[in-house]
């Protein structure tokens, strides 16, 4: 029999050296490096970015010249603080980030644009600029956008780390000075977004977009019975059993930074009665939870409604739908795990 917890009665305190001491690459990219990554040869440009983070690694932990290094002879440094990865989903921009990662020494973090902004909400704005200006390098997975607080917060944040001589290393779907598109009136907040896109030399790795060949074939809906046999059945450990309904409420009474906290110690999740999410907020909320599962490669049991039909259309075609896309990529991915380890 699994030992039954609920994440529903879990409200994890998080101290501010644990909030930073989680930010470092997931276990599915524990172990990578640049020899592991494998370019395309139909795709030059990913080869041509793995010798651009090869050589922007030797720059992370090199001190900035000074006086007579400065004028005389002192290796030529990149002209901006930071370099950013765009391309489409499934090219291997994650793996190249945390390749870099594990690339350097010295004290450095790696997590994605919404934990970022989460650390900010959980700490405040100073004191994560604090934090993070003993850093010699700052990973940014997934950098986007998603309205104007997040456009100025990040705006100063970047600014503030690159003045203090943090290299920075981001990825994203987007270009810099593109940031915001069909989000909020991005064009009302150009000055920002120029001032993020000013940190960053770009490199741009082509490749095949996932999105292309659609959403995976969800796994087949379960009732709660059948869902009953799954759990009775599992014996891979502690197995976090929750209504599905008063998991995203209880959500809303844990900050997002908390939520990788919050699946400690979890094995596999099973979840009742999942029902479309119709709210944008609690929507959003639920995705950092998704990452955070895939990131844990958590499996997941499920009855009521599939994953691919966890979003409204309308979400699925909006501003966020990069979002939603790849929650349901990943959630779909985690419950054929639940239906494998408990079938």
Known sequence: MPVIEHLTQRSPKVSVDELLGGFYPSPRFGEVSFDTYRPDPQQPSQAAAVTTLRE????????????????FGARKAPSRAGIYLDGGFGVGKTHLLA?????SSGKKSFGTFVEYTNLVGALTFRK????LSDYSLVCIDEFELDDPGDTV????LMRELADAGVKLAATSNTLPGSLGDGRFAAEDFQREI??????????????????????????????DAALRDRIDSFSGGVLAEDDFSELVGHLADVHPSRYRQLLDGV?????????????????????VLADRL???DVPIMA???????????????????KKYYRAVSRLTALARQGSEVAG
């Open 56 to 71: 922007f690694a030797g720059t992370v932990d090199e001190p900035a010249p000074s006086g007579l290094r400065k004028l």
């Open 99 to 103: 390749s870099l990662w594990h690339a």
């Open 128 to 131: 994560t600029v604090e934090a």
């Open 153 to 156: 917060l990040m705006s100063r």
């Open 194 to 223: 120029q001032v993020l896109a000013d940190q960053f030399d770009v490199a741009r790795i082509d490749g095949e977009d996932y999105r292309h060949r659609g959403l995976p074939q969800a796994p087949d809906a379960m009732d």
């Open 267 to 287: 094995d596999a999740v099973a979840w009742h009665g999942v029902e479309t999410i119709t709210e944008q907020s609690v929507a959003l909320r639920f995705v």
């Open 294 to 296: 895939y990131d844990r």
């Open 303 to 321: 009855s009521g409604t599939t994953f691919d039909q966890l979003f409204t259309e309308e979400m699925m075609h909006g501003g966020y739908m």
